[in-house]
């Protein structure tokens, strides 16, 4: 079974929640909402329990409920810094039931960083927190997986000229090795192909349009390959998500941040899931933030949070088997 995250109580997880509920109540996946019972009372049957195998009988029927409490009310769409603690307690708590092996993978409902850090949180999002709930601080790597495309920016939440900054030879050769061994492990790819972005326009042009390209990306592929991994570039940006391009590698590594979440979403906006690699357990997300100018209107479309469930549990299969 697996664990749902609160989320930011007044944005659109509880909704998405609902209606992911809804959706697979009688096929599968399912799984046990960490939160306020609140949030999801009057849009469908809540049941709380108080055990995994609880909420796997009462699934069908009712959305099961392991009760986590507000320090204040949860208003739609009016974000509150005094349930930044809830918010928390609920990925702390997701990530030790999985790792107890009660619980087979984590997918978190959107948070709002600003919220969280207003109360000291000292993570930029999730994916460094869980990181360092698993013990492997610093070994987590941010992938967003649609059915168009797979990409993993190597810089992440930081500005651009920081990004640039921090990219290094180094850092391209951690993010690979960890790449590859989570689609060999858990997305049950033996050779995977991985396809590296040119941080400059047209890959900078031979040194024209910037040297990083020479100085620190092909350094990195050329080390990989030595290793035996298929990694092919750098390539010009501009032409690495075409469908022609798509086809001959299995996840695109990209230099920063926009760079590879820009085409992702324009592809696969309404499936993308955010994966998190490098960690002892599973763990995905939608692809989407919080939304609070939409929260408790009703608009809230839940196909991400189906996807992100849905792979996890594809994910923990593909995981057992390998090992």
Known sequence: MLVLTQGDPAGIGPEITVKAWQAVRHCGPAFVFL?????????????????????????????????????APAIPGTPDSRNAPSVIDSIAKAVAL?????????????????????????HPGHTSYL????????????????????????TVHVALRKAIDQLSTNLIIQTARTVAKGLQRDFALSAPRLAVAGLNPHAGENGLMGSEEQDIILPAITALRAEGMDITGPYPPDTLFTPQARAKYDVALCMYHDQGLIPLKTLDMAEGVNVTLGLPIIRTSPDHGTAFDIAGQGLAD??????????????????????
Do not use: H, W, Y
Request: proline share 9%.
């Open 35 to 71: 939160g306020a019972p609140e949030l999801l009372e009057g849009a469908a049957p809540v049941q709380v329990v108080s055990s995994i195998a609880e909420a796997e009988a009462v699934f069908p029927s009712a959305i099961p409920v392991l009760p986590l409490g507000l320090a």
């Open 98 to 122: 999985v790792l107890d092996g009660a619980a087979s993978a984590v997918v978190t409902n959107p948070i709002s960083k600003e919220v969280v850090q207003k109360t000291g949180f000292a």
């Open 131 to 154: 990181a360092e709930l698993c013990g492997v601080p610093g070994q987590d790597v941010m992938m967003l997986a649609g059915p168009s495309l797979r990409v993993v920016p190597v």
């Open 302 to 323: 839940p196909s991400s949070l189906l996807a992100a469930l849905r792979l996890a549990a594809q994910l923990s299969e593909n995981r057992k088997k390998t090992a």
